[in-house]
T-cell receptor, first 112, second 114 residues
Framework: GDSVTQMEGPVTLSEEAFLTINCTYTATGYPSLFWYVQYPGEGLQLLLKATKADDKGSNKGFEATYRKETTSFHLEKGSVQVSDSAVYFCALLYNQGGKLIFGQGTELSVKP | DTGVSQDPRHKITKRGQNVTFRCDPISEHNRLYWYRQTLGQGPEFLTYFQNEAQLEKSRLLSDRFSAERPKGSFSTLEIQRTEQGDSAMYLC????????????FGPGTRLTVT
């Protein structure tokens, strides 16, 4: 079945370091891809999305490119801040208004 | 609009009891979703509604679970005869007709079954 796999955490970085969180997916069609973020004590928030191959989603300095050939949607940020500490979830969505399929989440901790 | 709200935020119950959670979506969002999240895992889909119609149910939604959205606005999720394995965070999300691919999540209801 369809699934999303993320790199295991926790990931610990120093402030201003480069971030990559790997995400790969298995799907029979052409889903839309998402990154959601969950800050401590808060609900899930949409961070960015890409709806077709080669699209790049970006928001708050984060970027991810939809790579169909490698079935990947890796999250990157050039310089992380302490405030980026959170759990990040990669997800896919198929049909209009349908269910999101999430990865297991990757916890990021940024130290000053 | 303050976003998706859920009530209660926390619920502790004894095994075998029934519990009911409520979700109020963003106004005029016609789609409403329920997910379950256990510790260290991503949310898992349970069911979703378009207006008052329940369009899809996961196999995770056993016959002890029932969800309703009677007037196409708020929704309730009931769990009957709770089991310890039901302990989880129950998340509600909603999306609009135009922004169908952007689901907005509520803060969740954390259920603990003792």
């Amino acid at each position: 079945g369809d699934s999303v796999t993320q790199m295991e955490g926790p990931v610990t970085l120093s402030e201003e370091a480069f971030l990559t969180i790997n995400c790969t997916y298995t799907a029979t069609g052409y889903p839309s891809l998402f990154w959601y973020v969950q800050y401590p004590g808060e609900g899930l928030q949409l961070l960015l999305k890409a709806t077709k191959a080669d699209d790049k989603g970006s928001n708050k300095g984060f970027e991810a490119t939809y790579r169909k050939e490698t079935t990947s949607f890796h999250l990157e940020k050039g310089s992380v801040q302490v405030s980026d500490s959170a759990v990040y979830f990669c997800a896919l969505l198929y049909n209009q208004g349908g269910k999101l399929i999430f990865g297991q989440g990757t916890e990021l901790s940024v130290k000053p | 609009d303050t976003g998706v709200s859920q009530d209660p935020r926390h619920k502790i119950t004894k095994r075998g009891q029934n519990v009911t959670f409520r979700c109020d979506p963003i106004s005029e969002h016609n789609r409403l979703y329920w997910y379950r999240q256990t510790l260290g895992q991503g949310p898992e889909f349970l069911t979703y509604f378009q207006n008052e119609a329940q369009l899809e149910k996961s196999r995770l939604l056993s016959d002890r679970f029932s969800a309703e959205r009677p007037k196409g606005s708020f929704s309730t999720l009931e769990i009957q005869r709770t089991e310890q394995g039901d302990s989880a965070m129950y998340l509600c999300a909603s999306s609009s007709r135009e922004g169908w691919d952007e689901q907005y999540f509520g803060p969740g209801t954390r259920l603990t079954v003792t």
